[in-house]
């Protein structure tokens, strides 16, 4: 917002601009260590380019912000007073270091037991090292030549502890605290020696200092078919609107908002509502003809209506079951584009701690409660595997997602349908177990549901050859010194814009050639080193990180959420595999904001690019000397 302001002729992500101020202080500096107010960095330099990077998650633990809370509650003077009363411990007690809850109640427990204060502030700095070696940098690469920056880096106790932790000295330049300022400073002026910038559209400081701001909120309405209600602040700076908020970063992203490589995601959204058509009808859609939010809808075209959530595994087979119960005579209904209302309904409607995804599951069986004569919430306990050994299962939360809806909402059996079905069985399995659950309560033979779910099948399967025939298309269309990204995540995440932030999109108009997993075809990625993989969802995640691996032009990145407990070591997983190849793993949750997944997406962007420089120059070398 301040560049627009001030009309700022680059505007740079955080990353770039450390590691190119890091790099014109010293200029052998390998490893950059970054503690700001709110957020922390890593990144990795090598012939004076980031060529990796991470930041923390949502978790705040041990970044300035934090530490001015708790020097604040325990009457300390940040500035000075607290690094000397740490340095003068001499036993540091070994506090909790994963989160600010924990550091801070293991504060409050060792004072009530006598420990003294420079013991307690020794070791706090200690704790701030550790959760950001654990929590940051995990088992990324640190060079011999690391570099420590932003607020806290002024901190001679917490300096102190980083070197006896990593037993090396820590480079220390001036004004560390606004190394970032510099480095966007550096990087404007070289643009502007290459002729980049010919001239400056800064306005000048009087004219900053003379121009009256204004600003008022509005509901976007930018998109019809959007239904977020995001609210929009409009600012006037001296006669030039700028407009800042927003849940699909159509106002944030910085200059030419056009795409600049096709969206992918947009082409399976398309494609999905292609093998729709005409076999389901959009909630929204009803309400549009004058469907009133409390009204049920009986009947359409004289057949009982189905409703069916658009999330989680539902989304994922939508097709398959759409198809299923038209089959048999049913009108579906789905529920629409998961918007701020849905989730909110879902968040508000909880009566247990979950992941997001789960939370926004609810949202939809909500606002479809009421509107349809039935609730189709199957509880699927696996999917198809490549391997017959695999087990393919869903996450517990996935699997039991129809009992929390039902219980929370007190949904009444009468409108209920919920058989429990194994994607992964033979067909026969299926169409019996979907036969006791279904067939006597509504008459239906078990040729019939097995007609019915054979054909489905067959839609569900022919979509999904379809994507990756799509996938080949857009393999084939690259040229060899390309650089793509293969994205990789649950469905369920990737596909819904809402949880996945457009991510999509906003890919598209950063310039990079990105396509999701189900795209690409991985049956044939050999996973035998993960032979406990008993997820199927993560197996695919694995596979398509496999992929990502074996390419040299490709890169990965991994979308998933707070709170999701198979992830929490799949994640571990997924590093493993990509070793030193840089790679952008993405938690997003109802918390998440655009602006943030842009400024890491422009990061990754600048880092893929500079490693398959090297790459390609590596290569032509080599090649140099071969002949």
Known sequence: M?????????????????????????????????????????????????????????????????????????????????????????????LAERCTVFMESDLVSYAQKGARLQDLIAGLCYAIVHNYLNRVVEKRRIGKRVMFLGGPSLNKGIVAAFENVLDQEIIMPEHREVLGAHGAALSIKEKRVSSEFVRSDFPGLDTLIQAKISNKEKICRADKNCHNECKLKIYDFGGRKSIWGGDCGRYEMRGDRTEKEGDWFKKRELLFLDYLKG????????????????????????????????ALHMLQHSILWSHFWTTLGFAVVLSPKTDQEIAVAGIESMTSETCYPIQVYQGHVKTLMGQTRYLFLPTT???????????????????????????????????????????????????????????????????????????????????????????????????????????????????????????????????????????????????????????????????????????????????????????????????????????????????????????????????????????????????????
Not at 9 to 18: G, V
Not at 42 to 53: A, R, S, T, V
Not at 55 to 60: E, H, I, L, P, S
Not at 428 to 456: C, N, W
């Open 2 to 94: 301040v560049g627009d302001f001030i009309k700022a002729d680059l505007i740079i992500d955080e990353i770039t601009t450390h590691a190119r101020a890091a790099v014109h202080w010293d200029p052998d500096v390998d490893t950059v260590f970054e503690i700001g107010g709110q957020d922390s960095k890593y990144i990795w330099i090598e012939h004076g380019n980031p060529m990796d990077f991470d930041m923390n998650k949502v978790c705040a633990a041990g970044t300035g912000s934090f530490l001015h809370e708790l020097a604040n509650k325990l009457k300390i003077n940040i500035v000075r007073e607290f690094q000397d009363i740490a340095l003068s411990s001499d036993s540091p007690i070994n």
């Open 279 to 310: 076999n389901s009808v959009d909630l929204a859609e009803l309400r549009s003809q004058g469907l009133a939010a409390n009204q049920v809808q009986e009947s359409f075209d004289g057949k009982p209506t189905i409703g069916i959530p658009r």
């Open 381 to 627: 306990i696996n999917l198809t595997t490549p391997q017959s050994e695999e087990t393919g299962l869903f996450c517990p939360l996935v699997q039991g997602s129809q009992y929390m809806a039902s219980a929370a909402l007190n949904i009444s059996p009468s409108s209920l349908i919920s058989p429990t079905v194994y994607l992964k069985e033979p067909v026969e399995r299926i169409v019996l177990d979907l036969h006791r659950s279904l067939g006597e309560r509504f008459g239906l033979s078990q040729r019939q549901i097995d007609r019915a779910y054979r054909q489905a099948w067959e839609v569900q399967m022919t979509f999904q050859r379809d994507l990756v025939q799509q996938g080949r298309t857009f393999l084939h269309s690259l040229q060899p010194n390309d650089l793509w990204v293969a994205v990789s995540g649950r469905p369920y995440n990737l596909h819904d814009e809402r949880l996945s932030l457009r991510l999509g999109q906003n890919l598209a108009k950063l310039g990079i050639k990105a396509i999701p997993q189900d795209f690409l075809d991985t049956a044939s990625v050999d996973l035998s080193d993960f032979p406990n993989m008993y997820w199927g969802l993560g197996a695919q995640i694995l596979r398509t990180a496999k992929l990502v691996k074996a390419h040299s032009g490709c890169y990965g990145i991994h979308l998933t959420n707070f709170s999701c407990g198979a992830d929490s070591f799949i994640e571990h997983f997924y590093r493993h595999v990509m070793g030193e190849k840089p790679y952008l793993i993405l938690e997003l949750d109802e918390h998440s904001a655009v602006a943030g997944v842009i400024t890491r997406l422009e990061a990754f962007k600048n880092v893929i690019h500079n490693e398959h420089k090297q790459t390609l120059s590596n290569w032509q070398e080599m090649k140099c000397r071969a002949s």
